[in-house]
């Protein structure tokens, strides 16, 4: 995330979080957990673990956010 904010000069927010909150957020604390916000704060998506094809789900969802 780091070199893609850098890269893009995209104004990208990240956060590590604990367990618990993966459990607020309704996450899954034993899974990897990506969850990806939009500008208003609204969800735009959610990633467990490290399935295949993971990169690609994740930049059809930024890329558009980001323009």
């Known amino acids: 995330m780091r070199r893609v904010a850098s890269l893009t ?20 604390e034993r899974d990897a957990t990506l969850l990806l916000f939009d500008g208003q704060g609204r969800r ?15 930049e059809a969802i930024l890329l558009p956010l980001l323009e």
């Open 44 to 58: 735009a998506g959610s990633f467990y673990g490290a399935p295949p094809g993971l990169h690609a789900e994740v």
């Open 9 to 28: 000069g995209a104004p990208l927010r990240w956060a590590m979080g604990s367990p618990d909150l993966a459990r607020r957020l309704r996450g899954r």
